[in-house]
């Protein structure tokens, strides 16, 4: 495994940058992309004839990709967030790394005051722990709370008795005990009170999306005006549209001040739903989200989520009382994979979805989300069957095939 420290380059490989594909090289140096290197210019030629000098991976002609950010992710090989211990979160983060992500929201459920505070104290101790040891998994940068605060009428597979009117002391108390740790909120907008709780999370830097919900197209908009910049699981778990009460959907797919998430499995939405998406909004408002839970990486059988009993059949995840989809088994590079089998979008535009508008969303994007000089080294490899091949942080293996 190489450090931090390590200088090395990674070459013969497909570089997806911010604007197109490029053959070439890409130059590590102290944890950063230092150089990428066109193959067809003069400066490959020297390197190559050097190669001998520093350490060198052969990339096979895959591609290299930024790494994948995902900010709606609940668990997987096993763990999931609301177990709230750090054996839970190992398998999550290397899980998760062996598919390319190296950054994400550890995203709870809707649950009791007590379960979110055990999720919220072990993040926080988790993420310490992450920043002081050597990394073997991607990195928590902090937490979606998905609920408590939705509607009773799509709870989708939230755990309906502990849905809660939104309630600011809560959040107030959170913010004070586990400061810079809630990172995302997902709430039903047209719920009492909603309103200025939106705008107090926008002045405390948090986002607010709107995610199991009833709103109307209006509810949306003055939801907007009051700071909401997201909308989780686009499509799914949400008042769809009408033409003449365009709805929380309606309202999502026209309005520029939202990103959208997308789960892009062939499960949770019909492609051509996904094709409406992309041609309905910015390219640069999309996020591709895995929504994952503990089975993902598992085999068939009986899982949880949340408290409440799932079955996952053929990998597609579901209540096992009333059949509700029950997030994914999707991983990053699965979705990258979709979307890239199954759209009209170029790999630096789906990079986009899968990392740099995640960055951008989050205010990390100066740091992370592409493939630029300067930025940190977080990249990953993979074959033409986007099989990861390895997947670094700040220039450290975090997994490697």
Same mark, same amino acid.
């Given at each position: ?82 177990? *709230?211990? #750090? ?8 899980? %998760?790394?062996?598919? !390319? =992500?190296?950054?994400?929201?550890? /995203? ?122 997201? *909308?989780? #699981? ?8 009408? %033409?003449?009460?365009? !709805? =929380?959907?309606?309202?999502?797919? /026209? ?147």
């Amino acid at each position: 495994m190489m450090s931090a420290a390590t200088s090395w380059i990674i070459n013969n490989v497909r570089i997806v940058t911010e604007t197109s594909t490029i053959y070439g090289a890409v130059v590590v140096e102290l944890g950063k992309i230092a150089n990428i290197i066109p193959a067809s210019s003069k400066e490959y030629h020297l390197l190559t004839e050097n190669i001998q000098q520093i350490a060198t991976i052969d990339g096979q002609n895959g591609l290299l990709m930024a790494g994948f950010i995902d900010v709606h992710v609940h668990g997987g090989n096993g763990g999931d967030f609301m177990n *709230a211990d #750090h054996a839970s979160y190992d398998a999550i983060t290397s899980f %998760h790394a062996a598919h !390319g =992500t190296t950054k994400m929201l550890a /995203t709870t459920m809707t649950a009791s005051k007590e379960a979110i505070e055990a999720v919220l104290a072990a993040v926080t101790s988790y993420r310490q722990n992450q920043q002081t040891n050597e990394q073997s998994g991607a990195t928590i940068i902090g937490v979606h709370l998905e609920g408590p605060f939705i509607s009773e009428k799509w709870p989708g597979a939230q755990n309906p008795a502990y849905i809660q009117p939104p309630t600011k002391a809560w959040l107030a108390e959170w913010i004070d005990k586990w400061p810079d740790q809630i990172k995302l909120l997902t709430l039903a907008p047209e719920k009492e009170e909603a309103a200025p709780l939106i705008n107090w999370l926008a002045n405390q830097q948090i986002i607010t999306a709107c995610g199991h919900t009833d709103a109307l197209y209006s509810d949306i908009q003055s939801a907007a005006d009051a700071g909401l910049t997201h *909308a989780v #699981h686009t499509f799914n778990a949400m008042k769809g549209l009408h %033409h003449r009460e365009p !709805g =929380t959907l309606g309202a999502v797919l /026209t309005d520029d001040r939202i990103y959208c998430e997308i789960i892009a499995d062939g499960e949770h939405v019909h492609r051509a739903a996904i094709d409406l998406l992309l041609r309905a909004k910015p390219i640069d408002k999309l996020i591709l989200i895995t929504d994952a839970i503990e089975a993902a990486g598992m085999v068939d059988g009986n899982y949880q989520l949340g408290g409440l009993a799932v079955t996952v059949k053929d990998g597609v995840a579901r209540l096992t009382e009333g059949g509700a989809l029950a997030g994914s088994s999707l991983t990053m590079n699965k979705a990258v994979q979709y979307l890239a089998n199954n759209s009209s979008l170029a790999l630096h535009e789906i990079s986009q979805l899968a990392s740099k508008n995640a960055a951008r969303q989050l205010g990390i994007d100066h740091t992370t989300g592409s493939i630029s000089i300067g930025k940190q080294a977080d990249l990953v490899w993979l074959d033409d069957n986007f099989q990861v091949q390895s997947t670094w942080t700040n220039g450290i293996a975090i997994y490697n095939r």
